[in-house]
């Protein structure tokens, strides 16, 4: 298994290769979505509660499917997780992920996760965020999740992983509701909160891309593209909802 050191270094190599420094939070989804050399299809799907995520190399192509009835938190880190297979691992053709953190996973699941909390998180960041308090009590905890945007449980195993937090300490914050501490401290639910239910079923990024070139380049009629469209959950594009107004959400 690679060590916690490799992985942070192949998460900063990430970063690198995405435009982005080895500090600052991310947008993982815009950045997966918009990188347009690595033909990679995201698609978010309700799937069993047992699975976080899954991810398919058919040739160049790539497909990473993101279950969407977990919390935002949790598909960021899903999402980062799954890279890792595509990236790394030279053999994937598929690979279903399991929704927990626990129990009997592969090394190729750990080191999934912990390329996944580095590259959401790399260690040095964590650090350097650290410097600005003492201790790390839950309003710190909850300020440096919402910070780097990672799920509440990926930010308490990381603090344990790096020996910031001990599991005693760990253990005086289980039971707690999460999402209403941070409405406490004046953020919102999101990060802990699934979309809501007619944004759970959506394609980005390739598949939207290569539909539209094929329409433009006049391969495909338009119905075939409307078809392709609705097929992968963008009826918002067929039929221009969600238009947003000039200026207002700019
Ligand atoms: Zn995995």
């Given at each position: 298994?690679?060590?916690?050191?490799?992985?942070?270094s192949l998460a900063l190599r990430t970063r690198r290769q995405l435009g982005e420094d080895g500090y600052s939070p991310i947008d993982i989804f815009a950045l997966v979505n918009g990188w347009t050399d690595k033909k990679i299809t995201v698609v978010r799907y309700p799937l069993s509660e047992r699975?976080?995520?899954?991810?398919?190399?058919?040739?160049?192509?790539?497909?990473?499917?993101?279950?969407?009835?977990?919390?935002?938190?949790?598909?960021?880190?899903?999402?980062?997780?799954?890279?890792?297979?595509?990236?790394?691992?030279?053999?994937?053709?598929?690979?279903?992920?399991?929704?927990?953190?626990?129990?009997?996973?592969?090394?190729?699941?750990?080191?999934?996760?912990?390329?996944?909390?580095?590259?959401?998180?790399?260690?040095?960041?964590?650090?350097?965020?650290?410097?600005?308090?003492?201790?790390?009590?839950l309003k710190n905890i909850i300020e440096a999740e919402q910070f780097f945007q990672i799920s509440h449980m990926a930010m308490m195993l990381r603090l344990q992983?790096?020996?910031?937090?001990?599991?005693?300490?760990?253990?005086?914050?289980?039971?707690?509701?999460?999402?209403?501490?941070?409405?406490?401290?004046?953020?919102?639910?999101?990060?802990?909160?699934?979309?809501?239910?007619?944004?759970?079923?959506?394609?980005?990024?390739?598949?939207?891309?290569?539909?539209?070139?094929?329409?433009?380049?006049?391969?495909?009629?338009?119905?075939?593209?409307?078809?392709?469209?609705?097929?992968?959950?963008?009826?918002?594009?067929?039929?221009?909802?969600?238009?947003?107004?000039?200026?207002?959400?700019?």
């Open positions: 298994m690679k060590s916690h050191q490799e992985l942070n699975i976080s995520g899954m991810c398919t190399r058919v040739g160049e192509d790539v497909v990473i499917c993101i279950n969407s009835r977990s919390s935002n938190g949790r598909q960021r880190f899903t999402m980062a997780h799954e890279l890792y297979h595509i990236l790394y691992e030279d053999k994937m053709d598929r690979v279903i992920c399991g929704m927990s953190f626990s129990g009997n996973k592969s090394d190729s699941e750990k080191e999934a996760d912990q390329f996944a909390s580095y590259l959401l998180m790399p260690y040095d960041a964590l650090l350097q965020y650290a410097e600005r308090f003492k201790t790390w009590d992983t790096d020996g910031l937090l001990t599991e005693k300490d760990a253990s005086k914050y289980q039971g707690i509701t999460v999402s209403r501490e941070a409405s406490k401290l004046g953020y919102s639910k999101d990060l802990y909160m699934p979309l809501p239910e007619n944004r759970q079923y959506f394609t980005t990024g390739e598949y939207i891309r290569k539909v539209e070139k094929l329409s433009e380049e006049e391969r495909i009629s338009d119905g075939k593209k409307d078809e392709l469209l609705l097929d992968s959950f963008r009826a918002d594009i067929v039929y221009n909802l969600d238009e947003e107004e000039p200026d207002l959400n700019d």
